[in-house]
């Protein structure tokens, strides 16, 4: 696998990530990541914190709006499973994103807002999937496993929000379950 194909799937992810204020926002956004920040950012902009992933990331010269799309792309998937959004997955979506260091009023942050609002287009799970794929080609299996640990467990937690009537029953609703294992799918 060539750098040249894994920056050209990081591109198109960001350009799917930012479709509506890609230009304005992705420009906001590199301008505030300072080079030698760059693994403070990732962890910021992902919530990861496992040392050696971080570094990998870092040495693949992702940024942290790739990062952001990278950790937002599941949770949104998940939430929207259904066709609908309720509050306690739109709860569960917010808290997911402060829990990985996306701060109110940030880029990132009201993308998410727009996505609570509208469905995002098809072509963003899409761009996240091939991205992953080409990722998980360049990583270690140790951090590859990590990587898919912490974005498809935020991702069970959001589906996890709505589940059962009252606490019981059944938490993750048969098409959660099934974005899941897409989502998964793609870390193959």
Known sequence: MSEEFLGDRRKALEEEFFAKHNQQLLRQL??????????????????????????QLTALDLSSETLAALSLVPLIEVAWADGRLDTKEQSALLAAAEQAGI??????????????????????????????????????????????????????????AAGGFLGLGKRISSAEQAVLTELEQAFA
Do not use: N
Request: no cysteine; net charge neutral; aromatic share 4%.
């Open 103 to 160: 701060s109110k009023g940030s880029a990132s942050h009201q993308l998410l807002e727009e996505w609570l609002g509208e469905r995002p287009p098809p072509e963003l799970l899409a761009a996240w999937k091939a991205y992953v794929a080409t990722l998980s080609t360049a990583l270690s299996v140790q951090d590859k496993e990590a990587l898919k640990r912490d974005l498809l467990g935020r991702a069970r937690s959001v589906a996890e």
């Open 30 to 55: 590199r301008e505030t990541t300072a080079p030698k920040a760059r693994k403070e950012a990732l962890a910021a902009a992902s919530g990861i914190t496992d040392a050696a992933v971080l570094e």
